[in-house]
């Protein structure tokens, strides 16, 4: 399925990308410098909005199919595509001032795992940027329709789950979180609108 998930991302998302995905997106990367690392880039959707004052971009997206959009978006830009996931990154500690996630700990296979090497390849005092869906925590209904839908969406959705707590996990992995916020992902399905946002100190 990861061709057709590739194929059909971008279509998929452009409702929420046009209602809220693309201002959060260029809120939270605008202020970043220096070494910048994004795990799971995708199709590339943070190309864009990445800022000038960054010296080196490297974008890490394990699918192939998605890679291979991702590549073709990156020709002619300053940017290092490679084929790492974000649970084994191959990059020495204190390599990046910054790491991106936007719409991925929803799908790595071990987030504990992810979050760890993140950390690692932080600099002291560098910070996660991120972008995620999560579970409902403050809605009954919806979290009680996510556990009934994720065995199905998974599989669908490569392996993206829609109960995880990623704040909570990215705390637990030793980050400070800092300007966090809680918004509905709109214009997309109301099982995966709770989203969370912001940035967290290593």
């Known amino acids: ?15 929420a990308e046009d209602a809220c995905l693309a201002a959060w997106r260029a809120e939270l990367l ?9 795990i ?9 909005r990445y800022p000038k004052t ?7 997206e394990p699918d192939r199919a998605m890679r291979r959009r991702l590549a073709a978006r990156a020709v002619g830009r300053a940017r290092e595509v490679i084929g790492a996931a974000a649970e084994n990154l ?10 991106v996630s936007t719409l991925v700990l929803c799908s790595v296979r071990d987030p504990a795992a992810a979050l760890a090497e993140m950390r690692r390849v932080l600099k002291p005092g560098g910070r996660l940027v991120f972008i995620e869906h999560v579970a409902a925590t403050d809605n009954v209904g919806r979290l009680r329709w996510q ?5 199905i969406w998974k599989p669908l959705m490569g ?7 990623t704040a909570e996990a990215i ?32």
């Open 54 to 60: 960054i010296t080196r971009l490297v974008l890490a």
């Open 90 to 99: 191959p990059f020495a500690d204190g390599a990046f001032d910054f790491v």
């Open 40 to 48: 799971g880039a995708g199709t590339g959707a943070n190309l864009a």
């Open 147 to 151: 556990k009934l839908l994720e065995p």
């Open 30 to 38: 605008a202020p970043l410098s220096g070494a910048v690392l994004e």
């Open 171 to 202: 705390r637990t992995a030793g980050f400070a979180l800092d300007e966090v916020k809680r918004e509905s992902l709109r214009k997309t399905i109301p099982i995966a609108r709770p989203s969370v946002r912001g940035t967290a100190v290593r």
């Open 1 to 15: 399925m990861s061709w057709l998930l590739a194929a059909l991302y971008d279509p998929m998302m452009k409702a």
């Open 159 to 165: 392996n993206c789950h829609l109960t995880r707590r």
